[in-house]
Nanobody
Framework: QVQLVESGGGSVQAGGSLRLSCATSGYIYLMGWFRQTPGKEREGVAAIFLGSGLTMYTDSVKGRFTISQDNAKNTLYLQMTSLKPEDTALYYC???????????????????WGQGTQVTVSS
């Protein structure tokens, strides 16, 4: 059984930075960060394959966001820099124990989700 708890959200001005954290438990194969705004579908932001360290990013955050893991603390991070107003969303941590499945940025690939943490970027 896997449990996820996100933290680190907040309000920041455009160009600023935030670091999101996701505390985990249990065995996990793949973890990702998703975000959602009212009236829109949940969007895959970044993901990391824990065994290999391979990372994936959606085009809009490449060069600005970095996903990483701390194995000793069983914690996933999303370092966000050069934030833009369009980054404003509720951010979710997600995990799966399955080796095979849909693409990394498809929500249905993941069967464990955190409660979400709000990120607000003002101009």
């Amino acid at each position: 059984q896997v449990q996820l708890v996100e933290s680190g959200g907040g309000s920041v001005q455009a160009g600023g930075s935030l670091r999101l954290s996701c505390a985990t438990s249990g065995y996990i194969y793949l973890m990702g960060w998703f975000r959602q705004t009212p009236g829109k579908e949940r969007e895959g932001v970044a993901a990391i394959f824990l065994g290999s360290g391979l990372t994936m990013y959606t085009d809009s955050v490449k060069g600005r966001f970095t996903i990483s893991q701390d194995n000793a603390k069983n914690t996933l991070y999303l370092q966000m820099t050069s934030l833009k107003p369009e980054d404003t969303a509720l951010y979710y941590c997600a995990a799966t124990q399955s080796v095979y499945g849909a693409r990394w940025n498809v929500p249905s690939r993941y069967n464990y989700w955190g409660q979400g943490t709000q990120v607000t970027v003002s101009s």
